[in-house]
Every structure is written in structure tokens, then in C-alpha cells.
């Protein structure tokens, strides 16, 4: 039996601050060891310490990874402080306070969804995204949130995102001024993807248009481009009130949140009065969600799952998410298992995959471009756009899967001889296939999926090969 005598000189004399561990070697001896309890409290706290920087370290590569965020130039990158936020962290103490009221000064002037508060008391771990503070993950992990979306049914908050109604009897004529889809085709309440374009052909924006039933087009934009995408449609108005048009924008302030998953219908059925499958994809309808009037349910998402977007006014949308989340299927989610779940559905990012030096072509997006719109060719960098559709491109999107060491955006691509062929726009490991998946432009000879290729990382070359998109099967509802 062991015993432990404190000595007089331990600083943490106490009657209960050490214990006795009795330790045996090998060898067959066995000692006796003192062991004060509260230097163990303090490893288990130092423990817990690691354990917070690294969930930190990977809710920072999710954050680099969507906005861009790097360590280099001023010396400046973000830690998690207390409250959940990320803000700068810097070159030392020297420079700690002035790093300090840079970083209240920085997120003082961004902007806040109506759920920001409720962000942060759930945990939320708050980035810079399109000058919102958006969060990026909650407490469980970005692999967890990612397969929870993808089994059961996940809330994301994207209200930074630009709504606007288009009012007016030539409304449809306006907005066909402005995109590459054919809006007079679509039925009440049905909606479409679409691109805003230039007269280069190059994407200004991708869009969801929908030709509501009450009178007016419900228009969602990103937030990223929401001030050329404003500053475009007005400019346009003007144009058309100067010309006589009977047309008007109305800029919304309310609140929107995608609820995604499998379990979606099942979770959202028990707060509607309607047949929600009656609400086929890319189509919508207004109702009373969970006792809150006037929302606009529009069944699409950014997942590749089964889903809706629900329009909420502002005053109201903490007490829907409270109600859904009270439902066991649903979890919060942020911005970084977003990106992976629309990776793995093939679907662009706006500024890594699309831009104003792509068209839509060599986006592989021609599918966005009505029919009677390629005859008319009465849309922006539609001589530019239409005549690509059967000449082909120089460069085209296409899917790459690879193993190895994950593939990030600007990531070289190589032909077989080892030349560039192309660059990696979106890319990260895959938590469904347990591979690397991205997506990028290579030179057209190159496109065919199943070419073998490489890629780049690390200044090694890694062996790719092209594949079909999506990565993972969509489950959007036909009905």
C-alpha cells in the first residue's frame, strides 16, 4: 500500500491537494507517486486549451477558404476570441492593442443578419463574408454539420443575400433585358437559375428568378455582388421609365434562411397548413411557416438536397429557426459545410468558379440560356455567347477527383507531359467520397470526363482525373 506525506515546502499545501499513484515499470518494481491534483486539473486545462485551437485551427481553413483570408502582407490572420467571433491576431504584443481596435473597428462596420445575436449564443464562430459577419461553424465540427445535412436536415442563414421584387406590366420585359433565361415562359410560381451578363458575355451574377402569382418577379442575388447587382437593375430602371415601361424595384428587407436535408419536408410539413408535396423544386409559395405569416417558402437550396428558402420578416425569424430547431432532425450550420455540400453538388461559387472573364458557356452553364433567347439574342453578350454554343470554347469547367493531399483553389493543373493546362477554382476534400474534389477551367482538348491529368500541390504533381458533376446525386423533388 502507498502513501503520500506532503511536504512542508509544497506550494499548494493543502490537506486534499495531492494524491498517491502507485506506477509500475516493466521490470516488475513498483513505486510510489505523489500527484498534485491541482497541477492535474491544470494539464486537463491546458488539454482543453489544445483542444479549442484546434477546432479554431480548423474553423480558420474553412474562413481563408471562403473569403480569402491569409496570413501574409501586414502580418495579420484572425483568432477566435471568447465570444466566438474571429478577429486579427497579430505579430505580438507591441502591437496588440492597436491590433485590437483594428479588429472592433473591422467587425463594428460590418454587416449583421437579424440572427447575428442568436449566432453567438448558439456558439456560432462569426467570419467575414461579403462584408457580413456570417458564421462559419457551430460546436459540432464542419464534417458533422456536412453529414448531418446530408441525412437529416440543417438551418443555414442566408440573409445577406439580395431579395428584390420586380413590380410593374413590363416587368418581364425588363428583367429579360438583364438575363440570359427565358422568364415569359415560366409558369405562376415557378422560378429559374440565371445569370446577369455583360455585353463581353462575361457572369456578372448568378440569380434564382421566380414569376409569382401576386403580381411581381421575387428576385435572389448574392450578397457579394448585391451593390453591382442593385446599382445594374437601377441604372436599367431608369432607362425603362425614361423609354414610358410600366416597371418598379422594391429592395427587401426580410430575413432568409435555407432549411436543407432529406428530413426537410418531414420537419417544415408540421408547421404548414399546405400540401408542401405539392411544392415541386423551383417552385414557391406564400404561407404561414410555424404561425408566422407572410413568409415566401421557395423549395431550392445550395446543397444538392432536398430543400427550401424561406423568406421571413425580420422580426420574426428567431422564433421560426427557434421552432424548426425544436424538431431533433435539424441542426445549424455555416458557411464552411456550405461550401463543401455545393462542391459536392457541382454547384459554383460566385468569385471562385464564375466571374466576368467566364462566360456562360465555358461555365458549362449553357443550359441557363432560354431557347428563344439564343434566337433573339436580345440579352447582354449574347453575339459573344450565342456563337460559342456551337464553335466550343478555348477553356472549359469541368470536375476533377483525386487522392493525396487536398487540392485548394488556384491550384495549377497539368496535362500528362506536365504543362498547365488549367487552374483549380474550388476544391476540398470530399467528407461523402472520403476523395478530393474541385472544380476548374482546363483547355478544352482536356475536358472529357475520364481524362487522367494532374494537379499541382505542394510544387509535387498529384494524379487527377476529370470527372462528371455532380460528385454526389442531387435529390432535388420533382414530385
Known amino acids: 500500500m502507498c502513501f503520500c506525506q506532503e511536504s512542508k515546502n509544497s506550494r499548494e499545501w493543502s490537506p486534499k491537494s495531492l494524491e498517491t499513484q502507485r506506477k509500475c515499470y516493466p521490470s516488475g518494481v513498483c513505486v510510489c507517486e505523489c500527484v498534485c491534483l491541482r497541477e492535474r486539473e491544470r494539464e486537463r486545462e491546458r488539454e482543453r486549451e489544445r483542444e479549442r485551437e484546434r477546432e479554431t485551427s480548423g474553423c480558420m481553413m474553412w474562413a481563408r477558404l471562403l473569403v480569402g483570408v491569409g496570413v501574409g502582407g501586414s502580418g495579420l490572420g484572425l483568432r477566435a476570441s471568447r465570444d466566438g467571433v474571429l478577429r486579427v491576431a497579430g505579430a505580438g504584443c507591441a502591437g496588440r492593442q492597436q491590433q485590437q481596435r483594428q479588429a472592433s473597428s473591422a467587425e463594428a462596420a460590418l454587416k449583421k443578419t437579424p440572427l447575428f445575436d442568436f449566432h453567438r449564443e448558439q456558439g456560432g464562430k462569426m467570419v467575414e463574408f461579403a462584408g457580413w459577419s456570417m458564421p462559419v461553424q457551430y460546436k459540432d465540427s464542419h464534417i458533422a454539420t456536412h453529414m448531418h445535412t446530408r441525412e437529416h436536415c440543417s438551418i443555414f442563414d442566408v440573409s445577406h443575400m439580395l431579395q428584390t421584387k420586380v413590380h410593374g406590366k413590363d416587368r418581364v420585359k425588363f428583367m429579360e433585358s438583364l438575363v440570359v433565361a427565358d422568364i415569359a415562359e415560366l409558369k405562376d410560381n415557378q422560378g429559374t437559375l440565371t445569370l446577369f451578363t455583360n455585353e463581353k458575355g462575361g457572369i456578372i451574377d448568378d440569380l434564382i428568378v421566380t414569376r409569382t402569382d401576386q403580381g411581381y418577379l421575387y428576385v435572389v442575388s448574392n450578397a457579394g455582388c448585391a451593390d453591382k447587382d442593385s446599382a445594374r437593375m437601377k441604372a436599367r430602371l431608369a432607362e425603362y421609365k425614361a423609354a414610358g415601361f410600366d416597371v418598379d424595384l422594391e429592395f427587401l428587407d426580410e430575413a432568409l434562411i ?46 444538392g438536397e432536398d430543400g427550401v428558402e424561406i423568406s421571413v420578416p425580420q422580426s420574426r425569424v428567431v422564433e421560426l429557426t427557434e421552432k424548426l430547431l425544436a424538431n431533433g432532425e435539424v441542426k445549424l450550420a455555416g458557411l464552411g459545410a456550405r461550401d463543401s455540400l455545393r462542391l459536392e453538388a457541382g454547384l459554383c461559387l460566385y468569385g471562385n468558379d464564375i466571374d466576368e472573364t467566364t462566360t456562360p458557356v465555358e461555365a458549362t452553364l449553357v443550359w441557363t440560356i432560354g431557347k428563344r433567347r439564343r434566337q433573339t439574342k436580345d440579352f447582354p453578350g449574347a453575339d459573344i455567347i450565342v456563337p460559342q454554343i456551337k464553335a466550343k470554347t478555348a477553356r472549359k469547367r469541368v470536375g476533377l477527383v483525386s487522392t493525396g493531399p487536398p487540392v485548394r483553389q488556384h491550384t495549377p493543373i497539368l496535362g500528362p507531359d506536365g504543362k498547365v493546362i488549367g487552374e483549380v477554382t474550388s476544391g476540398c476534400p470530399s467528407p461523402c467520397l472520403k476523395k478530393n474534389v474541385a472544380m476548374g477551367y482546363v483547355d478544352a482538348a482536356f475536358a472529357k470526363n475520364g481524362t487522367a491529368i494532374q494537379v499541382e500541390v505542394r510544387k509535387k504533381a498529384v494524379p487527377a482525373i476529370v470527372s462528371k458533376m455532380p460528385f454526389v446525386p442531387t435529390n432535388y423533388y420533382s414530385g
Open 258 to 303: 435555407a432549411v436543407q436535408g432529406p428530413s426537410m419536408s418531414q420537419v417544415l410539413q408540421e408547421g404548414l397548413k399546405e400540401d408542401l408535396s405539392k411544392l415541386t423544386f423551383m417552385t414557391s409559395a406564400l404561407a404561414t411557416v410555424f404561425g408566422v405569416p407572410g413568409c415566401r417558402v421557395t423549395r431550392c437550396g445550395y446543397t
